[in-house]
C-alpha cells in the first residue's frame, strides 16, 4: 500500500520537469532572428540552453548567424520582441509531459503538498500553468522575479517551502537540470532528475538522488526516499 504523504511537500520545476515548453521558446526566438532578416536556428541547437533563460538563447541565434553580441540592442529591442511573442503563444506547443499530470494527482490523494519552483519569470510560469490547466493543483508557484536569491541558491527553494507552509525536512525536489540540482543540494533535500528535460547531472554528492526517465516513475522514486 503507497505510503501516506501527508506533511511532505513535493517541489517541482517547470521547463524541462514538468512542461515541455522549448518548442515555444524556440519558436519565439526564431520569430525574432526572422524578423531582422536572420536564419532561423534548430530546436536541437538550443535545447539544453532553455534555462539559460531568453537573452541567451537570442545570443545563440545571433552567433549562429555570425552577428555581433550587442547587449545594448538585446535589451532594448530584441529581447522585447521575444517576449511578446512568447507571452502571446507561450503554450502553442508546449505540453505536460507524459504521466505527470496522472502523477501529481496521485501525490495529492496521498496528502503531498506540491510546489512550483521556477527561474522562469512570475507571470509566465502562472500563465503557462493556468493555460495547460495545471495550476490549481500547486500550493505555490515561485517564479525566479518573485524571490530575492533564485536557484541554483537553495534559498530560492526553501522559501517556496516556506510559502506553501511546509516543512524543509520532509521535503523533496523534482528537476532537470545542474541549475535544479545545485538548489536541491545547497538547500539539503533529496533530488529526482529527470533525464528527459534540458539539462543533465553534475555528479556532485546528494543528500539523497533519484534519477527517472518517465514521470510514471516517480512516485517509485518518492517512495524510496520517504520510507
Not at 20 to 35: F, G
Not at 53 to 74: F, Q
Not at 161 to 169: E, K, P, T, V
Amino acid at each position: 500500500m503507497p505510503q501516506d504523504l501527508a506533511g511532505w511537500t513535493v517541489v517541482v520545476d517547470l521547463d524541462g520537469t514538468l512542461v515541455e515548453t522549448a518548442p515555444d521558446l524556440h519558436a519565439a526566438l526564431n520569430h525574432v532572428l526572422e524578423k531582422d532578416g536572420l536564419a532561423p536556428i534548430r530546436l536541437e541547437t538550443i535545447r539544453m540552453m532553455i534555462g539559460d533563460g531568453a537573452k541567451a538563447l537570442i545570443r545563440k541565434g545571433l552567433s549562429h548567424n555570425s552577428v555581433p553580441i550587442d547587449e545594448a540592442d538585446i535589451d532594448a529591442r530584441l529581447w522585447p520582441s521575444f517576449l511578446t511573442y512568447y507571452e502571446t503563444n507561450i503554450t502553442q506547443h508546449s505540453h505536460a509531459y507524459e504521466g505527470s499530470v496522472r502523477t501529481l494527482d496521485s501525490l495529492i490523494k496521498r496528502g503531498a503538498t506540491l510546489a512550483i519552483c521556477t527561474n522562469k519569470a512570475q507571470h509566465l510560469a502562472e500563465q503557462v500553468l493556468n493555460e495547460l490547466g495545471l495550476a490549481s493543483r500547486f500550493a505555490t508557484i515561485l517564479g525566479g522575479d518573485r524571490t530575492i536569491t533564485k536557484k541554483p541558491s537553495g534559498a530560492h527553494i526553501l522559501e517556496t517551502i516556506a510559502l506553501s507552509h511546509g516543512d524543509a525536512s520532509r521535503t523533496i525536489m523534482i528537476g532537470d537540470s545542474q541549475t535544479d540540482e545545485r538548489a536541491a543540494s545547497d538547500a539539503q533535500l533529496p533530488f529526482i532528475m529527470v533525464s528527459f528535460g534540458y539539462g543533465h547531472l553534475s555528479g556532485a554528492p546528494l543528500p539523497h538522488l533519484e534519477k527517472v526517465d518517465r514521470w510514471t516513475d516517480v512516485e517509485e522514486a518518492i517512495n524510496r526516499i520517504v520510507h
